[in-house]
């Protein structure tokens, strides 16, 4: 398996869940992941478990909400490698409250992690993906980018956000001939460690299954496989566009 030899990838959000398991399938797929996560002790351990796939990964600790730790990265990766091929901007969580109860100081994490982060990392890994001459950002939206929901206000706003980031993003490219695309993934409901707490309440669990065609939960590798296809040459003439793995969520 190599659909991704030769490149060098960076995954944010990478010491659990999807981003982990992307972090993981790249290495299945012979590339140079750089793992990037706040939490150094969990970043560590995932390190360690991907290097017995691919010794050539890296990991690099740092707040993606932090426009000097994008500065500083660049200029690490730059040294490095000279180059990037895949920017997985993936980091994120979310406030769920509604409008009357969400403080602000929620209200604009949120926004940061999951919308922020996204912009910055564009913003400061543009210059080694166009060194590339074929490089792919994918970046993380939600199906509450499409559709709303009750109780994620700032959630869906930031995931919206990132959604058409992306194809500005893609059109900001297109226009510079720089050979860079850029897509977004839209999930739906996905067993992570992040949201197994909800999902192990059976109520809670039975009302997300019964608006989910496929009337089960995705797991990270759905979701890692998705990343993958828009990482690789495979998706080469796509760019702009909202690959949606829900389970149907978003076609009814």
Known sequence: MSRLANKVALVTGAASGIGFATAQRFAEEQAVVVLADRNGPLLAEALARIQEISPETDSACFDVT?????????????????????????????????????????????????????????????????????????????????????NASAYCAAKGGVRMLTK?????????????????????HVETPLTAAAYAKP????????????????????????????????SSYMTGSELVVDGGVTCQ
């Not at 100081?105 to 001459?133: C, H, I, Q």
């Not at 500005?168 to 739906?188: F, I, K």
């Open 66 to 150: 932090s426009e000097q730790a994008w500065k500083d990265l660049e200029a690490t990766l730059m040294n490095r490698f000279g180059k990037l091929d895949v920017l997985i901007n993936n980091a994120g969580f979310g406030h769920f409250q509604s409008i009357a109860n969400l403080s602000y100081e929620d209200w604009k994490a949120t926004v940061a992690v999951n919308l922020d982060s996204v912009f910055l990392g564009t913003k400061y890994m543009m210059p080694l993906l166009a060194r590339s001459g074929s490089g792919s950002i994918v970046n993380m939206s939600s199906m509450r980018g499409i559709v709303a929901g009750p």
């Open 168 to 188: 500005v993003t893609a059109l900001e490219c297109a226009e510079a001939g720089n050979g860079v695309r850029c897509n977004s993934v839209h999930p739906g």
């Open 203 to 234: 109520e809670l669990a039975k009302e997300f299954l019964a608006h989910t065609p496929l009337a089960r939960f995705g797991k990270a590798r759905d979701i890692a496989n998705a990343f993958l296809f828009l990482a690789s040459d495979e």
